[in-house]
Structure formats: C-alpha cells, structure tokens
C-alpha cells in the first residue's frame, strides 16, 4: 500500500457521469501499490463548465476543495479550461496540473506539430488563449470542432460521436498534426480506436496529466 | 502480468553504470500489472556521449536496437542530447521519447519559466539548439551548469555533487525559474532532496519521459 | 451635457484613498460636454488586490458591478491585476480595458521598447505571464521594483516615494526603454514629474485606458 | 482655455478633402477647455501616398512641419503608412503617434486577434511588415482588401463603400476578429455603423491615435 | 592561381549524376584565380537521400570526408536536408553550409517573404522542422510541392518539370512570397528561366551557398 | 569580358576615404571575366550617416542613383542603416541588398548565435530595430560598441581600433556567438586578423553583400 497520498483529480462540473468517465479514463494508471487516484466532483458545480464566469467561479470552488485535502500529492484539474490553475499553485507546493497543459505539452513531446480536436466552435478562441499563454502557438496544426452538437458527455461514447472524431482527427492529420489532443474531459472513451485508425498518437489530457502526476509523485 | 510490451529505456553509452542508474531512476514507477520498464545499454556505445560525432553515432545504433525489439510498447531515449529522435520516429509509429523534450514539457506542465542544470557550460548551446527546435526557448528562465568538474556518472551522487546542484538550482529559482529539469541522464539519485530543499518542482527528465510513456501505453 | 454614459473606472479593492487617487488620475479627461469619467471602489473587495485569490474573486465581483451598471458606456478595469477581463468582455459588447494592457500598449505606440516600474519584486512574474498572453513580452527593455517597501496607497505622493521611482525609472532607461509604465494604480500623481525627469514618456496606466475609452465612446 | 500647445494631426498628402474627412473624425474630441486638435495638409505632398517614394518623400516633408510647429503638444502622422515615425521620434521629445501602430494597439487593448480592412490589396504586404517590426503579427486574424476600386476619398462615405467594409469587416469577424482596424485614414465615416452592424469593435485609427495623444498631454 | 583551398560541394548521394548537376550550376563562380570549387559525390551514399535513415547515416559519412579533405578553405553540404551539419562544424573551424539554410537566408536578404518549392510533399514537415531550427518560419509565404511524381534528377530539366516549377512558383508569389527558394539540389537548370518569368528572385540553394563561401574566403 | 552589368556598392554618405575602404574591401571578389564591382559616393550625401535624418535624406538620393543606373545588375546599399532598402525595391526588380540584412544573414548561415560590434553605443537601438523587422532578433547572442571614440573612418585601421574591436568581440563570443557581424561599413580592414585570432567566423557586411549579389547574378 502506498503511504503517498492520493492524486486528486478534480471535475469542477457538477455532473457524476463525467467524473464516472475520468475514473473510467484514468482507471489504467491504478496500481496496487501505486498512489490512489481518487476522482471527485465538485457539487456545487455548474451541470458543465460552458461560460467565462462558469470557469472563474470554478476556480474558488477548486481553490477550496484543494486547501481541504492537504492529503493529495498532487492535483489534476480535469476541465479544459484548466480553471484556477494560477490561485491553485499560489496556494500549494505541490504540483498542480491543467489538463490542457498537460495534454498540449505531452504531444509536443511525441510529435512536432499537434491538433486538437474541440467539442464546440466557441471554445475554440478560448483554446487558443491559453495556447499563447503556454507560449506554443506556433506548433498548433490546426484545431478542429465536432461536426453536429455532440455534448461533452456524449462525445466519448457511441459511434455517432467517433464518427464526429474521426473525421476531426482525420482533416487535423491532412494538416500536419504528428499528435492530436482531445480538446475536453469527456473524449477519452473513443482515445485507443482513434489512435489506431489515424496511425498517430491521441492524448486525452486527463490521462496525459495523470501520468505526469504519477511522474512527479511515485519517484 | 501486463500483456503490454516493455517500456524501453535506452543509454545510448555503454556505461553499465548509468544504466544501472536509468533503473533506480524509474524504479518506482515499476508495478505489478504494470509494463515491464527495461533499462538497455547499447554496448557497442562510448563511454559517454560528449561529441556531437557521439551524437550521430548513437543515432544509428539506436535506430538499430529499436529496429530489433518491435516488441516493446514505448521507447525512452535515455541521453539529454536525444541521439535519433527523428529517426526513430520515421522507423515506429509507437511513441518515442527524448528526455530533454520530456523533461522540459514536464516542466512548462508545472511552472511558467522553467531552468535547467547542465552537467558541463559545453552542452548549453547544444540545449539551447533544442529548445529552439522544440519551441519553447521563450520560457527558459536560465540554465546553469554544475561548477567544479563533476561527471556525469558522479553527478546523482555524493555530497559534492549536491551542494552543486543546490548551488545551480538556487541560482535558477532567483532567475524566476519555477521548476528546474536537471539537465542529464545521471542526477536524478539527487532529485527528491533537491525538490524538498528548493521548494520548486525538480524535473528527472527519465522519470518525465517514462511517466508520459506509462500515459501513452497504459490505458 | 453628453448623452453618453460614463465611462465606468472599476477600483476592485475597497480602499477608497485608492479610487480618490483614480479621480485625481483621470480628472484631467474629464470635459464639459464629455462622458462622465465615474471611478467607484468595490467595497467588498480586499483592502488590497496582492494574492492571486484577490484576483480571482475580484473578477466576479467586478462582474457583478459591471452587469449592474448597464447605463455605462465603457468599463476600465482600474487594477494591473486586470482582474476578471475575459469575464467582463463575456458579458458586455461595451469596450472592457485592464489598465495593465492599455498602458503597455500605450507605451509602445510610443517607443520601441517599454519598461515596467513594479511596487513589488513579488509580482513581476504575474504580469510577465500577462505580457505573454498579449504577446508583447519581446519588447520588455525590463521591469523593475521599487526599492524599500512603498505600498501601493503611498507609491504616489511624497520624496521617498518619488526618489524610489527615479532610481527605477532611469534604470530602465539605461535598459533601453523609450517610454515607461507605472505598474500599480497607484503611481499617478508622480507621472508629469517623473517623464519630465527622465525625458522619456512615462505612462500612468489608468490614464491611458481612460483616454482609449474616451476614443472607443466619443466619436 | 487650454494653455496646451495643439495636437497636430499631419496629413502627408495635399488633399484637402482628406484633411477635412480627419477634422470631421476627430470633432468628438474636441472640448472646451481641451487642447485644440488642429488637422494640417502638407501641400506639397502628392495626392495620396501611394508608393514607396511618397512614403520617403513624405517623411522628410513631416519632419520639417514639426520642426515649424514646436509649439504643438503632440503630434499625430495620420497616414496607414506612418511617414517618418522614426525621423520625427528623433528630433522632438513630444509623443509622436502613427495612425496603423496606435489603431492595431488599440485594438488589442479590446480583444485578442484583430483584424485590418485595407483599401487595396497592395497595401497589404506593408502593412505586414509593419506589424512584424511592432511585434503584434501573431495577433492579427487577417487583414481584408475592400472588393471593387474605392479610392482612399470615397472609402468614408456611401453605401457602396459601406457595403464593401460591412463585407470585409464579416469575414475578418469570421476569421476570429475581435476587433477590427480601418486600415487607412479615409473610412473613419463608416465607423459607428459598422460597429454596431457586426457587433464587435471597430478602430478608427486616427481617432485612436488622437484619444491615445489626449491621455499623453492632459494629465 | 589561387593558393586557397577549393570549396568542396559535397553531394552526399552516390549519383554521379547529381553531382554533374552540382557542377553546372556553379561554373558560373569558378574564376581564373578564384578558388576552385570542386564538387565531389559521397560513392558510399544513397542513390538519393529520402529517408530520415539516409540523413543520419549521411551526417557520418560526410564528416568522414570533412576530415579527409584539410586543404579545402570550406564545405558546402549540397543537400537540402543538411546533413552533418552540425557534427561537421564541431569537426572544423572553416565555415560550412548547408544549403537549406543558406538558400533560406539568401532569400530573406532579398525580400520579406519567401517560399520554397518542394519536389514532395512528404519533405515538407522536414524542411518546416529546419525553418523553426533556423527562427525564421515566420516569415515563410509558403511551401509548394511539385504536382506530379518528378525526381530530383529530373527536376531541372526538361518542359514538364519546369512547368510544375513555374505552377509551384506562380502559386508561391500569390500567396505573398517576395523570393522562392527551390529546395532540392536537383533545379538549378530552370533557375533563370523560372526568375524571368515569375519577375520576383528565384535562389539556387547551392549556388547560394557557394557564393557564401566565395564571399567567406575570398577577401 | 563579362556581359553582366555591374553590381553597383553605394555609399550613401560623401566620404569618398569610406568609399575607397569599401573598394579595399571588396577587391578580392574582383575576377577576370566576372561583373565589375563599382563602389560609388553619393556626392551630395552628409559626410556620415549619424542621425535619422541622414537615413531618410539617403533613401531618396539612393533611388535617384538607382534610377540613373539601369545598367547595373545589382544594388548593394553600403551603409549599415540601410538607407532606401524598401524604396529601392519597389523601383527595381534588380536585386538590392542592405549591408545589415546580407551580414547578419550570412551569419546565421554559420553559427546559431551571432553577434555584432557596433562603432558606438547609440546605434544598437536602430541595429535593433532592424533586426526585429528582419525576424531574428532572437538569435542575437548580444551587440557590443567599441570603447573609446573611434570614427566610422578610423574602425577598420591601425592597432588601437583593432584592440577596440578584439575586446568587442573576445566579449561576444563570451556571450556565446558562433560569428561576429561588422556593424558598419568601415571595419573591414580588421576582419580576417580578428577572425584568426578569435577562432570564429567574422562577417564583413558590404563583403557579404556582395559575395551574395555574386550568387544573384553569375549563374
């Protein structure tokens, strides 16, 4: 049994069945002996993180619900928007992962240009923000939305949803993408299938960041 | 028992005992169910990679050893000068690692400015050289090397060693850097104790690289 | 008398002594004719925006106001933490300035290079990490903190304080910047003195969001 | 009365009729007890500047106009192509502004990319290199040439010209825009209209320029 | 009679045929009393270097040769992708090239944008890789591949690969390149022609690299 | 006899000493059969070019010249401000090279950093400038002015300014410059002296320059 504490990742929506799909995501990175990842849901939460102002007061909730677990060896924000990234790290020593980051940078260290793949249009602009704040703009082949309204839920299950995916994936690799990142929590059911038919590496950000963690923690 | 293919870790020199080292290094991330994480020397190497003729030398044995092992699910390029990163990549489609690239996306996924301690002030243009290609350049807060004339063998190990890399990463926390990637295959026996006393994030580019590894192959 | 509305100059700390010295800043814009310049302080707020947590629940607060004052014709986030600007313009299709961003950009319609005049040491990281995001930060000749420790109320009147911000402002001369900011809301009633000292241009922030809103409202 | 010197807006081309088109853009400023902002033909100028040469040409003729006129408190070169920006920097102390880095500025002082509405596609090319030497080229959405031959004079008023600024201004709102620059000094007449058409900001940079010069001198 | 050493043009294929190329497109610098400039095939090569395996195992060879050849005064590596280019100048003092780059570099002292014009489309994300080694992917119009299968040997000869070089090229000043740079080896035949056609510069990467060289050694 | 035009190297300023410098500097590329190289004064030109104004009144002269020299089949515009480099090329489709761009590129054609020595501290704001607007400023290991007060004239002879120029550059390559840029027209005289006894490469611009020009029009 590991006397490490658990890696915390934390949904900031209110919805169960997403974080039943985190757990699902990163089910493979649990080991006996290995740190706990314990997935958890902010109940006050909005039903989803659509809004700037669902994103800045998820970052107080997230804020909170991380200075009452001083237990956790590590943080994993699990929303694209990565809300309270800043005020997480202003509080804490340990280390705070933003999944967007997290996935963004774990493509760059497979291929030279990535893609990412957004359930929706409009959050687009918003990606590309914090692209530039990471400083690698430059390297982003292209960000592609989901064609018809898949919700962040339904976007990691059915074929309806892999069929949007995959033509996604397949317009960002005609683009140059080496490595396409699905652009929200909610992808990562259809991650393997994707991979295998595009010939190149998808991360889903909250295992991408997991993993991280995982590095950070266990040595 | 995993029916994944190993993690390959490769030492492109063929020193036995940084090898031995990469083991400790990433022996925490060892589990039952888990992939064999495998630490390989490629014998017919130099004692250290130190030229760039070393460099493209090691590129082709590398190329060689991934050619005969296609049953390992991953790849590490366990040398800071990432010896045929390309050419691996144009000879698998399963993910290839460099630990320079892995362990300074480690970082960025941590902090904003990030720094590096450099084994020799020689290898800096070379890292330099990468970053740029990598794209990330603009956040390097600095990079230091050890003073003194400490090997890379030595440098995981020893009193003498610590105090020079406390010097270099106090150095590098007041040039701003917020996590620190410790620039060479063999420090990371020093890693932990300089996390805790720098109070920033130190980054084991090995353990980095086979933490994403361990993301890509696993679930 | 303007039909307009006014033009709305947020203080998000509750320090009135602050939003008197906005009122001061700005009362020169203030025209017959011309909108109304309205500088009003959020009482709820901290007495000072210094933690990233200030920053984080100013912005909804500011938010709040800004959703409560729909007669005003322009918002100017009154605070170089620009608390909560992506939220405000999420909001509103009125012009929202952070007085961070239109001092910096009002000082490179100006010179070649800028500086940045800091109240503190501890928070130049934050705004370098916003001259990323507006993806500026190649033009920085640098930024400099005020030495001794001036608070932000009184970084604006009175010799020491003065003498603090000539030391600051010619050193970044020396760096190479053709047109200085003040980095603090604070800085204001030095501003004339300090540019005519220095002969080079020196930019209160807070003026020079007011003046871009003056050009967004009035033609 | 104001006992400031004037704000002199420099039209480099002889054509009154653009003068008066700057005299009708920058009325809304003009206030009792303000600086007077006073809009000057250089005669000798070429009717429009056009190529290269009327550039060079201009800029010489600029030069002399300020040094004539020492008794203006600031000066603004209102022309897209900023005849003499640096020449005129070198010989007076005063603010000197040109119209395409304080419009682009301004614009990025309200949203994150921008686009530019050119007259002709030939000045496109210029005007890139231009934002490549102000360092904000990664931020523009796009830049958009007016369909049909408008000339510089008619660009400003009817509803042919409307018609084409209305389509240009769509397409760069469609291109991520969010704000959006008249890329000359003639189409400050549409300005208002559009804005409220396409419902995201709309700069007129000879304006911006003005509001920018009017926070530099009254406070 | 010249006492420099000769520039040595190393073709790091084994195609006397290439070579011969190389030999026509620099005869127009060898001078009676200039240095010789000789070109020289690498008989153990590739027939021609496609794959990222030929690079590397080129890189070694070239070296080799380097090193065999002390009299020459500098080395021109005539092969768009470089290779050895780094190892051979750890190897000597004496300036070396690489033709990429120097075609590159030549093209940006002629105008602000440039294009390249690619004999495949998969040599595109390689050169683009350069581009970004280099810092100037920025200011790339674009890069066009040849449309049909033409070879390297075939590309600067002949009606039909001169008309995909002028479809290429005409497609590349559209989208705003002020020069093109040809990037293989194999076209410096249709050069000239292309260049009057086009009306905009038009660079032979090796001729480029020679006249470097000549300008290196000469004086 | 060569057919080709000669290619024309213009001092912009009147001294014709500089000129003959430039004659010195260029005499090796001088070949039987090969194009004249003609260094020309601009008579009516300041005696140097100092300020801005020198610049700007040199654009024009310099276009004049070019006019009146259709026979030439290339520009080199000797003077590091680069007078008229943008009018120049829109009035000739002829190649027209500025001495600055030719020497900084030709330098990164042989090393990853570079350096420059500047005749006096006040130009590096102006060599700055350019450098940004030519997109490589990020590869500027540093620039350096000579100490003392040594002439344009006086820069390339006599061992006190060779001393000046030894500590510039001992100090650039300190700074971790692979090459050294000349930063004016008058310091070829030193060049091969400090290229041997620095032990890298050293860059005459108007040399560069036209060592490119070679490349443009031989072949």
Redesign the interface.
Known sequence: MSTLGPILVINPNSSENVTEGLRE?????Q????PVIECITIKEGPPGVV???H???A??RT?DLIESRPDASAYVLACYSQP?L??A???T?K????IQ??GV??A??????FGVIAVAEASI?RH??NL????????LAGEVALEGSISVADSGHGEESYAALLKAGTKLRQM?A?AVVLGCAGM?GH??RLEEEL???V??PT??????A???V??
């Open positions: 995501a990163v089910a493979g990175m080991f006996p002996g290995g809004t700037q102002r994103v800045d007061e970052s107080l804020a309270g800043d005020l790290r202003s509080i020593v280390p705070v992962y933003g980051d997290a940078l774990s760059l260290a497979l291929a030279d240009l602009p590309l923000r530039r704040r990471l400083g690698v703009d430059g390297r140059g080496g990562s991650r393997r010939r190149i590496r991360i889903d295992q991408a960041a997991v993993a991280m995982l590095g950070a266990l040595v």
